[in-house]
């Protein structure tokens, strides 16, 4: 693909103010279409060469309808707003139906196990990530300025969607936050007296606050070991952590446990909706928490509420 189209596509997810793993995924999504397609610029292809590339990715490669119609929603962006051509033929690209699948929850029993078989900051993550409900990436973009001990609360910034929110803080995870923010303060104090750049930082933060990456509010709660390239800030800074920490140390987790079901970090979040609920939590405080936008998203975790022994009993016990 050619670099200024790259460049076209990187800077206009910038001024939508996309997220840049929306951008890194359009990039991928773009570049594997035009590919398939010899190398044949987009202008020069139609609903024909968009469709092939749909089936082929279904048919041949067999990804999940949520990324068939990801890749659809990529060349969407492209031509509507990197290249400016209308699309009426679009009309006929039928996106792919997506199945409705039950998210896997853990009963607290075996949450408590996971975490036993967890430490250090990794098992501070997964606790938060069910304590809070949060998703992966909230939890890892997490900053010393959002965490509220006097009110027990976090406020996850930019969230899913570009929304703030607040959700609850558990008050047993206050002593192990206190000891990992002091490790925090030793790194952040190493990067001052090596003369580092700090912390990447968001928008325009960088300008509007002189040494916010070097400040103790704007510290990633959980930094990375190395610093990166940031291309945002198209300067070495330190990073949060990645993702792949805390992916793998629950995957591990969840193997020695001798869970038997297919638990990512993300069911902790599943888990702690579907447990609010079982206590008898307002469905749309627990909307709130998680910040849905429609409640017929959280209504998904009263479902899991009526299999089997939590609401309904099998005739054969009776």
């Known amino acids: 693909m050619a670099k200024k189209l790259v460049e076209a596509i990187s800077e206009v997810c910038r001024t939508e103010h996309y997220a840049y793993r929306t951008?890194?995924?359009?990039?991928?999504?773009?570049?594997?279409?035009?590919?398939?397609?010899?190398?044949?610029?987009?202008?020069?292809?139609?609903?024909?060469?968009?469709?092939?590339?749909?089936?082929?990715?279904?048919?041949?490669?067999?990804?999940?309808?949520?990324?068939?119609?990801?890749?659809?929603?990529?060349?969407?962006?492209?031509?509507?707003?990197?290249?400016?051509?209308?699309?009426?033929?679009?009309?006929?690209?039928?996106?792919?139906?997506?199945?409705?699948?039950?998210?896997?929850?853990?009963?607290?029993?075996?949450?408590?196990?996971?975490?036993?078989?967890?430490?250090?900051?990794?098992?501070?993550?997964?606790?938060?990530?069910?304590?809070?409900?949060?998703?992966?990436?909230?939890?890892?973009?997490?900053?010393?300025?959002?965490?509220?001990?006097?009110?027990?609360?976090?406020?996850?910034?930019?969230?899913?969607?570009?929304?703030?929110?607040?959700?609850?803080?558990?008050?047993?995870?206050?002593?192990?936050i206190e000891r990992q923010m002091e490790d925090v303060r030793q790194i952040m104090e190493q990067d001052i007296a090596l003369g580092k750049n700090g912390v990447s930082l968001p928008d325009a933060i960088d300008r509007k606050i002189k040494k916010a990456s070097l400040s103790w509010p704007w510290q990633y709660l959980f930094p990375s070991v190395k610093y990166a390239f940031i291309t945002h800030n198209e300067s070495m800074r330190r990073h949060h952590a990645h993702a792949s920490v805390l992916s793998r140390a629950v995957k591990t987790a969840v193997n020695a446990a001798g869970i038997n079901k297919r638990a990512t970090t993300h069911t902790f979040r599943h888990s702690f909706a579907t447990h609010l609920l079982e206590r008898g939590c307002d469905i749309r405080t627990v909307q709130e928490l998680l910040g849905h936008t429609d409640l017929k998203t959280t209504q998904i975790y009263t479902h899991i509420l009526k299999r089997g022994g939590n609401a309904v009993r099998s005739p054969l016990d009776l």
């Open 23 to 176: 951008e890194e995924t359009y990039l991928k999504w773009i570049k594997r279409f035009i590919a398939f397609h010899g190398n044949k610029h987009p202008r020069e292809m139609g609903a024909d060469e968009v469709q092939n590339f749909l089936t082929h990715l279904a048919v041949e490669r067999k990804v999940s309808a949520s990324s068939q119609n990801q890749a659809l929603s990529a060349i969407l962006f492209l031509y509507k707003k990197v290249l400016g051509i209308d699309l009426p033929w679009m009309v006929d690209v039928v996106r792919a139906k997506r199945s409705r699948r039950m998210p896997v929850v853990l009963t607290r029993s075996e949450v408590q196990r996971v975490l036993s078989c967890m430490s250090g900051q990794k098992r501070l993550m997964a606790s938060l990530c069910y304590g809070s409900g949060l998703r992966l990436v909230e939890c890892l973009r997490l900053r010393i300025k959002d965490i509220d001990f006097e009110y027990l609360q976090i406020t996850i910034r930019d969230g899913k969607g570009a929304k703030d929110r607040v959700t609850v803080l558990p008050e047993q995870l206050v002593p192990d």
